[in-house]
């Protein structure tokens, strides 16, 4: 066991535990446990959103990503990066100008029905566990790697304190967790790469040069085709990382936490900043692991290469930066499943529960205590999945979550706002085919079944070719809604539909967070 990482790793540890008792004193009614009461502003969300983007899969799993397969890793810092202008000029405003607290209130502002509801709180919560698991398979190994536990037990620590965090400390704990963390991160990753930059002379040129012959790829290392040889999965990858920011629930909550939609769409710009500049510095860190750590050593440590970022550390800096850094991916991770036990608890409680079940006369006490025991529910089926995938890679496993979001939440956000004759049919179908369809192409897929045991979850030849269903299902989903809006008898209501065009671009007559 390394000593001074696991000191480090208690020291974050008690500052979450700090910032949660501190924000525990502060959750009493719904609206501060969904959405911290709207305090917070620009910067701080931004930064609070960038701490929340900035995943295991961003520092662990692209890392390694880079490191193993070269410009293809690369393909995941692109797209997850361009993915927020879609968010910045599509949903950010609109968003906050309808919802409340969830992404289903924004569909009901148009549509209120409670299948509306039931539905989009069935997608947000499946999104939400399969982004979990990529965060708690990232963990294990990290936990494991430093302190020698079985990835089982670290798999159920990090449940464990995600868990706490949520129950006690709501949103508040949520974003004040992800600002430390997003500044951390910022702080390892500049360092590191500050590191590397100096064994290439500080030169692009030079670094770029070695690169070709520093790997068993050789000069392919720099060009694409390492890891994605079908045309499609790339483009099948790239289709659901752009698109899929804007309809995963953990990031898309988020817009709730601030008064109003001027300063929803300052967080974007604030958050996109922190984040571009980020997926920058994985280019160091993915050609440094290569370069220093070694393939051989990455595999060996991690066979989908989820270590590569911790071994760089230690090469360049020994068992301090080691221990730095892999407190930091540490408390990365705990930042990410907070928010997204946060989301998935917040869609049952408010969405199914209040709504639904009670019919919207839940008090504010039993909706606080219906999300809390829906947080501990979550955490559960998320851990029990995660000790299933514990070989693969994490940025892989979240890209299999923006596709689900792309093909389910996605095409029903854009048609609310846009399109005039939507229905509720429409929204239904769209969300339920875009969910189911890239969920069994994910269960048909190479992810699951390999004909090499131990290379996925289970023995056996893949019914398809694509690692990534984005390019089938996407389009499925915004089919499937238009075809159930277009055959439905039901007719849209004209009125609503100016209503809500008028509050999404303009936000009159929307106010904060109602308790209710």
Known sequence: MNALAFSLFLVIVGLTLVITYLASKRTKTSSDFYTADGSLTGLQNGMAIAGDYMSAASFLGIAGMVALSGFDGFFYSIGFLVAYLVVLYVVAEPLRNLGKYTMADMIAARFDQKKVRGVAALNTITISIFYMIAQ??????????????????????VGVLMTIYVVFGGMTATSWVQIAKAILLMIGTFIISVIVFAKFDFSIVKMFSEMKTATPLGEGFLNPGNKFTNPLDMISLNLALVLGTAGLPHILIRFFTVRDAITARKSVIYATWIIGAFYIMTIFLGFGAAAFVGYDEIVAANAAGNMAAPLLAQVLGGDFLFAF????????ILAVVAGLVLSAASAFAHDFYSHIVRRGEATEKEQVVAARWASIGVSIVSIILALFAQNMNVAFLVALAFAVAASANLPIILFTIF???FNTTGAVTGMLVGLLSSLILVAISPNVWSPEAGAAIFVGEPLITLTNPGIISIPLGFLAAIIGTLVSSEKADAKKFDEVLVKANTGMGIQGPVKH
């Open 325 to 332: 850094v892999s407190a930091v991916a540490f408390a990365t």
């Open 419 to 421: 399109w005039k004759r």
């Open 136 to 157: 708690l398979v990232g963990a294990g190994a990290l936990i494991h790697l430093l302190l020698g536990i079985d990835y089982v037990y670290s798999v159920l620590i």
